[in-house]
């Protein structure tokens, strides 16, 4: 039962403009989301995270967009860059869960020159 | 350096022999968790333990087994590997259950 879900397995995006990257979640005790970035033959690393008490958090070029009430959240990367291809994995997680992160299955994204 | 670690990195067996993928971190963190990356199937985790001799499982956790005996480590113990095992895994550490989690690079498995 897939908790998290990120409908798009890929993206392709010109280099300079924005990539939008999506993900829906079903349970509504998670309270805590992350997006993690991933290069092949490496580990995820973290990119971004928010709390379900906001409803938005920007960090340089990266701003993740939650909407709770569709349980919706969106990573928005301005303007995207050749590196930051890669597959973008989207997780959630929550207290009452015991903290376990679910994942979804991830969006691989290409940025073309 | 604050890192995860992760050994062997690479392992190719058979089936039924008992394996053993080690993983520590430096950074003193209580949460610790494995998770298999399979095609299509995105990240999964296996196991997760919240601090020394607390583990607890994750949505993937039949045939393996976790020890939690000191911070720092956290083995993956595969007592009878199957093919179905035949997977890319991942330890990974944070301060807390919610704060990012650090990865280690990864162990590819091959179950023959």
Sequence with gaps: DQQVKQNSPSLSVQEGRISILNCDYTNSMFDYFLWYKKYPAEGPTFLISISSIKDKNEDGRFTVFLNKSAKHLSLHIVPSQPGDSAVYFCAATGQRSGYALNFGKGTSLLVTP | ?112
């Design chain 2, 1 to 112: 350096e604050a890192q995860v670690t992760q050994n062997p990195r690479y392992l190719i067996t058979v089936t039924g022999k008992k394996l053993t993928v080690t993983c520590s971190q430096n950074m003193n963190h209580e949460y610790m968790s494995w998770y298999r990356q399979d095609p299509g199937l995105g990240l999964r985790q296996i196991y997760y333990s919240m601090n020394v001799e607390v583990t607890d499982k994750g949505d993937v956790p039949e045939g393996y087994k976790v020890s939690r005996k000191e911070k720092r480590n956290f083995p993956l113990i595969l007592e009878s590997p199957s093919p179905n095992q035949t997977s890319l895994y991942f330890c990974a550490s944070s301060g807390r259950g919610h704060d990012e989690q650090f990865f280690g690079p990864g162990t590819r498995l091959t179950v023959l």
